[in-house]
């Protein structure tokens, strides 16, 4: 894909894989509701890492950008946050509603979209967790948090590593842009999902350029907890990247 104004085939691109993830989504939530809090990659691997990198919630306004089946949703609300959840996956919805009731604000939104429920320095932090892969335009997508984002106020995301995509996935040019899909095993049956590659560079700048500074950039390594259920991956990703987590504030007054 160019960096410049799309084309036809691009946009195109872009709906399908929009479609693509949705479908996915669809698919997995209730396998996924079931097993995320406590399947190793989820539950020992990347949510640590995005809570290592929380400020103290208690009292902020947060917004929960993909929150899939409620799971840092409940999180958020049992440290004393207030939360708005999204995702655009109906059922996941479903799954988010029934595990934190009316304790939150829970919306079905496109987070490829101008979020319109949100007023401009609404939040004082937006939580992004393994859903920016799914985003084409993360120009837009990061835009848009800065905007509803206070001064001060952190954005907090994680995605598949770029290399792991690059070494695992069979991406044929790290550098470019590109939809791939692959097979998840690990949420019941066997579900294809498509997301967006992109290099490391593409996640730095796109942060920056939408305003924010980036305060930390993480590879992490599973917890112990790991080894018990999948001692392979566990060594693996002592070794080798497989998620990447960022920080990055809102400066101002």
């Not at 440290?79 to 988010?96: E, L, T, Y």
Request: proline share 7%; glycine share 6%.
């Amino acid at each position: 894909m160019t960096n410049g104004p799309e084309n036809r085939d691009e946009r195109n691109e872009r709906e399908r894989g929009k479609l693509l993830a949705l479908a996915a989504y669809e698919a997995l939530a209730d396998g996924f509701a079931k097993h995320a809090e406590t399947k190793a990659h989820n539950a020992y691997y990347e949510k640590p890492a995005m809570l290592a990198l929380l400020p103290d919630v208690d009292g902020l306004r947060v917004l929960d950008a993909g929150c899939g089946p409620g799971i840092y949703a409940e999180w958020l609300l049992d440290h004393g946050a207030d939360a708005v959840c999204v995702d655009v996956s109906p059922r996941m919805i479903a799954h988010a509603r029934d595990r934190v009731g009316d304790r939150a604000t829970i919306l079905q939104a496109d987070l490829d979209a101008p979020l319109e429920f949100a007023s401009d320095a609404e939040f004082d932090l937006v939580i992004a967790p393994l859903v920016i892969d799914y985003l084409p335009d993360w120009p837009a997508a990061f835009a848009e948090f800065h905007r509803v984002l206070k001064p001060g106020g952190w954005f907090v995301a994680s995605k598949e590593h770029p290399a792991s995509d690059y070494t695992q996935r069979h991406i044929d040019d790290y550098f470019e842009q590109q939809l791939f899909t692959a097979t998840w095993k690990g949420f019941g049956r066997p579900v294809e999902v498509s997301e967006w590659h992109r290099p490391l560079q593409d996640l730095v700048n796109a942060v920056a350029g939408a305003g924010f500074r980036i305060e930390r950039l993480v590879e992490p390594r599973p917890i112990p907890q790991f080894e018990e259920d999948d001692p392979e991956d566990y060594a693996k990703l002592l070794r080798w990247p497989g998620f990447l987590c960022v920080r990055a504030v809102k400066d101002g007054a």
